[in-house]
Every structure is written in structure tokens, then in C-alpha cells.
């Protein structure tokens, strides 16, 4: 199981004070010598944290691989097909939002998430789709072309039952038939991930909020290192 970390929040305290500092580039340099397995940023539309300048040097200096989470807009989409990121995650967006709210409704956004995967696909982008964990959102993606989908868990981080592991373990199975590649990720952290490291389809984990939070006391090295030994099974 691979750990791809989000370093949006670093360019958040950035952004909080108009600074040059902290550099989320660092970030993930310091991410990739604690063990990341990939980068993950999310350029949203009003450039709240990330912006092209990150993406720009993060495509050059990443050694693992960049993924960029993105909207289904059309400008941020033109950028993209220019940069080639190894992987962009398609996800909704809502401008009020505090974070990521749910999966994309490709039912609702067909037109624009069959062209975007498309456009991203022809340009050597793998593309994968934020979704809810539910069988038919999947055979979606998979008929429109998606490489991976990407199970968003904030409801089980917000309410960790038995049944919202299963239904992220039903989904991923059937994904898995349909040979898409499975990601998880939103609301992860430490203490509650530790379900669904049992889901053998998962093959990657996008963990942001809850490393770089821990960063704060340890430093991003060493916070990264203890997700990896929990996803490795070293460590409770
Ligand atoms: N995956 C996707 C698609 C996301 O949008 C986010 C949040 O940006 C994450 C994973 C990471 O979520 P968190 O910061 O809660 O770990």
C-alpha cells in the first residue's frame, strides 16, 4: 500500500500570511525522506493554498510521483495537460467549502468529466476519480475512461461504523474486477485508519490534514515515517 501525502495545508500557513514561507516545496522533499510513496496538492480554483508555481517545481523536483487533485474547470484543466503530473485526481468542488466535501457527481458533470479524462488521458496523464464508495458511481468511471477511483472516506472518518467499512470494501472489491486501481483518502489520520489497512485492494492512501497537523511537534520526516510504519503494519 503506497502513501501518497498531501502538503496542501503547508502552503496554507503560506497563503495565511501572504509570505514566501513555509515552502510546500520543502515539504515534499522532506515528505519523500521520511517515505512517502507520491506528492499530492490540490489547485483549487481560488488558489486558496497551492498555486502553478508550486505544481511547476513540484513536476521538476518530486522523485516519487505527483498527483494533482483538480476541479473539473477548464483553465485549471489547460494548465494540467501542459504540466503532465504523473496522475490528476478529478474532484468537486464548492467555493464555501472548507475542504473537500464529498465524491464528484459524474452523473451530474458527465460531459466535463468524460472530456477531462479524455484530454488528461491523450497528454500521458493517468487519471483517477473522487467518488463516493458506492458500486454503481464506479462503473461509471470505469465506463468514462477513469484509470483509478479515489474512495473519499470522510464519512467513515466522521462517523468510523462497520458498516461504512464495508461499504468502502464492497467498492473496492468491485473496482478491483473492473481492474481500476483503488485509492482512499480525506479525514485519515493515525488513529482511525487502521480498518481499513485490511482492505487488500487499496493500493494508495492520500493523507493530508492529519500529517502535516503531527508535523507541527515532530517534523514532516518524522510524521510521515510513523503513517508509513502504521501502513506497513510496524507500528499501532
Ligand atoms: N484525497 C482527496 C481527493 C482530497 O481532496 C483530500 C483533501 O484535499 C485528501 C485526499 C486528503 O484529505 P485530508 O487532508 O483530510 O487527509
Redesign the pocket.
Known sequence: MRL?V?I??VATIREARGTIYPDPVYAAVLAELGGADGI?V?IRQDRRHIKERDVLILKDIVKTHLNV?SSINQDIQDFLVKVKPRWV?L?PERKEEI??EGGLDIEKFQTETKTAIERLKSAGIKVSI?IEPEKEIVKRAREMGADAV?F?T?KY?ENPIQSEIDRIEEASEYGASLELEI?A?????YRNIHPLLRIKEIEEF???????AHSIFVGIERAVREMKEIINGKKD
Do not use: K, R
Open positions: 501518497g498531501n496542501d495545508h499530492t490540490h487533485e485526481c474532484v475542504t473537500t473522487f479515489e473519499h470522510g472518518a485509492h483518502g480525506h479525514g485519515l489520520h492520500n493523507i493530508g490534514h492529519a500529517i502535516i
